[in-house]
Each structure stands twice: as C-alpha cells, then as structure tokens.
C-alpha cells in the first residue's frame, strides 16, 4: 500500500483488471498524497471531496474491471471540458464558469476506459506562457525547488505525476506544453503526431492546427497506456490518423541514429550547463543502447521558423479567446499577453497567414530530406533551468534580451510548427540540483517509433527513476 503512489500506471492497470488490487486501495494512496502535498504544491485544482472521490471508487469496485484505465484516478487539465467540474482555464474571464455538462472527446475517452476524474489540474491563463500561474488559482511549485517553476502549461499534471498525486496525466502542447514541465519535473510528456489524439470536434477543424493534445506518465510505457485510449480517428474531424500498435516497445535499438541540433548554430541562448549536460546524457544513454548520436548544422534558419510560428500563433489564439477580447466585461480580465496575441493575430492580412503557411510547408519538405538519413533530432526541452516562479517568463538568456513572452521556449519551434511526435525524457539534473529533459522528435507519423527510443532511454538511465525529495 505504502508504494502504491509510485507504481507504474501500467502495473496498477494490470493488478486492478485481475483483481489484484482494488480501485479503492488505489484511490487512498493517491487521495494521502494529494492532501499530504498538494496545499503546497498546488498541482490539483477544482478537486472532489475525498469521500465523493472514494465513493466512486467504491462504485468501480463494485461494477468490475472495464477498459485499459479501469479503476486508475485522474484530473484533468483545465483546458479541457469534463462533466462536473467548471473549465476555468486560469482566467478571471472564466472564473464564475459553471460545471461542465459534457466531457471532451479525449476526456469522454478517458472516463469510457475506466478513469475515475477526481479534479482539474492547473495552467496558466487559457495555456499561454510555460510558467504554471493564474490569478484564479495561483501558482504551482517544482517539487525539487518550491521556488522555482515547474513550467507549463501542463505544470499542474506534470507535478502531480512527479509527486505520486496521480498514476497518469492528460496534457496539452503548443509551444512545449508538455514537453517543457516533464523536462523540469523528471517525468516523460508525450506530443504525439499532430491528429494522432483528436481535440474536440467543435467550431474550425482545419486551420489552427498547431496545438494537440497527448499524455504524460512516469515512464514510456505509461505514456504508450494513456496514448492507446486518447488516440484514434474520429469521423467528424479531418487528416484521420490510426493508432499505431504500442506493444511491446522494449526493442534492440543498435544501428539507429539520432542527429544532435545543439543550440541551432547558436540561433538559440542557453542557460551555462543546459547543453553540456544534455548532450553528455544522450552521449551516455545512447552510446549504451548502440544509438549513434551525430552532431548536426541547423536545418533550416531559426528566423524563418520563428516568423512563420508567430504568425500562426497569434492568428490560432485571436481565434480561440476572441469572444473574450471582445467583450469589454471580459477583456480588461485578460492578461497582457494574451490581449497582445488577439491583437497581433488580428492584425493579420490573409496573405500574411498565406506566408507564413508557405515557410511551413517548406520546412516539413526539408524535414523529409532530413529524416531520410535520422531516427530522430535531439535537443534540450528547455533553453533555461526551471526559474524563480515569482518571475513570469526569463527577460534574457545568456546576456540575449528575450523579446518576446514565450521566445525564450524558441527550440520548441522545430517540432511545434509542422506537428512532429516528440517524447521529453529526463536528462538528469545540473550542479544546481534541477532537473532537465531532453526531446527525442521524429518525422510525422514516427510515434511508436520515438516510443521505443523513450522506453530504451527509461532502462538505460540511471536517473530516469529519480524522484523530487518529499515535501
């Protein structure tokens, strides 16, 4: 019982489709830790009582084991609508939000395999910005540093993972979103191929494709568990992509290569020590496996990549908070940077966005080239060590005034602008104690394949089970 906080979310599902574990016992030791951390690290939000969560529970039991998540507690980004809770997407705007009367497709897939939802997890205002704080329900700490940030906008499912609060987590990824607080937490975020896991489908399903949804766990094979129930093709939502086949993916990787980016031929500030010590992790690691790792010249110009991305960023999120803009009640309740997004992407002439289309399909066509000759293309999953959670996002990197809110996460761009898959694995930690993750990223449609490189990674570092010192 004592352990059951840090086991496996595969192993769990095996022992409670047996019976060998009820979803009760489960329940407890995930509701002990949520109050033993959780006021301090506030991971958790809009959470059922505990005794309504153990009811549920209870009611599992008593139906029996039924799909791949059966009996396995969960709490959902609050991004996304699930039945009962309010989605308050961290904003003021929202925060008198009523419970939702539905669950989202990912989330009604969840809930259909098994999840028990017991809460929502925190982000920032409507995900913008990798620093997990809102005025509604606060900040979140790193549970290696309560100072610092554990990142985001997935923060609040990647510390409940972290700390043993939850088995799995749902997350969502534009620009690192997932990628960026496994890294900074020790645990594996998964960004799946663009389409793979279907978003809701409801208003424009062909523009604004920049952001998907995806799983995070403590290990690949937890990723592989959560993936196989959120992915599929849904007909009501274009470019259907199947699930690839997730089992099995402990696989003898010699012969394989993985090309190592680097800072983009200095296009990209580091933090002292970032690069070094994940370059030396996939050196090590990968060596190991029989991985050859070779350093490569950027692949297309960094300034190109960031033109294009701005631009769709801006037009994608002027279309999803809108309405709120546009409401004098609700806009002076949003926050400066998302009132500078609506405003940029309205700014935009459709031949503007035709452009910065044109830049992206250009660099997916370099991509194919690349591919051809790599596995994968390595970097870190952040350009800085997890930062001061009081400071909203890093002025400057190195001495490089950071111009933007969200510029200092630029290397998340390779994968974010065409929606490549890429797995964030823990690359160990720096002299200062913090942890940092490395992107494994591979061509479109690579998932299983980027999955056995993670679950390669998992058994051969030494650290990929290290766990944040208990609060």
């Not at 019976?19 to 958790?44: F, G, T």
């Not at 990647?158 to 799995?168: E, F, H, K, R, Y």
């Amino acid at each position: 019982m004592t352990d059951l906080h840090y086991t496996d979310a595969h192993e769990l599902a095996d022992r409670l489709a047996r019976r060998d574990l009820s979803a009760v016992e489960v329940m407890e030791a995930s509701l002990r830790r949520i109050e033993a951390l959780n006021p301090d690290l506030n991971a958790i939000v809009s959470g059922l009582p505990a005794e309504q969560a153990m009811e549920l529970a209870r009611k599992a039991d008593a139906h029996g084991p039924k799909g791949a998540l059966f009996g396995l507690p969960v709490a959902i980004k609050d991004l996304s609508d699930a039945k009962g809770f309010p989605t308050i997407e961290g904003s003021p705007a929202l925060a008198k939000a009523a419970p939702a009367t539905r669950d989202e497709l990912m989330v009604a897939r969840m809930r259909a395999a098994g999840a028990i939802i017991i809460g929502k997890t925190n982000t920032p205002e409507f995900g913008l910005g990798s620093n997990t704080v809102n005025p509604v329900f606060g900040r979140t700490r790193n549970p290696w540093d309560q100072s610092r940030t554990p990142g985001g906008s997935s923060g609040g499912g990647a510390v409940a993972l972290a700390t043993g609060m939850l088995p799995i987590a749902d997350g969502s990824d534009m620009m690192g979103s997932l990628r960026n607080p496994a890294g900074w937490t020790g645990i594996y975020g998964f960004r799946p191929t663009v389409g793979l896991v279907p978003s809701d489908p409801i208003g424009d399903s062909y523009l604004h494709r920049l952001s998907t949804l995806g799983p995070m766990g403590r290990c690949p094979r937890d990723i592989a568990l959560l993936l196989s129930v959120q992915a599929g093709p849904d007909p009501r939502l274009p470019n259907p992509r199947d699930l690839p086949d997730l089992s099995d993916l402990e696989v003898d990787l010699t012969g394989r290569r993985v090309a190592w980016v680097g800072d983009w031929g200095g296009a990209w500030a580091f933090d002292d020590g970032v690069l070094d010590l994940c370059h030396a992790a996939a050196m090590q690691v990968f060596g190991d496996l029989g991985v050859t790792v070779e350093e490569v010249e950027p692949i297309y110009p960094a300034e190109k990549l960031w033109e294009s991305w701005t631009v769709l960023r801006s037009f994608s999120v002027a279309a999803g908070a809108g309405a709120l803009y546009d409401d004098p009640a609700t806009r002076r309740l949003l926050k400066d940077d998302a009132i500078w997004e609506i405003e940029r992407g309205r700014s935009y002439s459709a031949m503007d966005i035709q452009a910065a289309s044109l830049i992206r399909s250009d660099y997916l066509r370099t991509l194919a080239e690349f591919y051809s000759r790599f596995d994968a293309m390595l970097m870190p999953t952040a350009q800085v060590w997890p930062f001061d959670g009081e400071t909203l996002w890093p002025r400057s990197i190195a001495g490089r005034a950071m111009d933007t809110y969200h510029r200092w996460m630029e290397l998340v761009l390779p994968v974010s602008l065409v929606g490549l898959p890429s797995l964030a694995v823990p690359a160990g930690r720096g002299a200062n104690g913090l942890p940092m993750g490395l992107q494994i990223a591979g061509p479109l449609g690579a998932d299983r394949n980027i999955l056995e490189l993670g679950e390669g990674w998992h058994r051969a570092a030494p650290w990929s089970k290290d766990r944040p010192p208990e609060a």
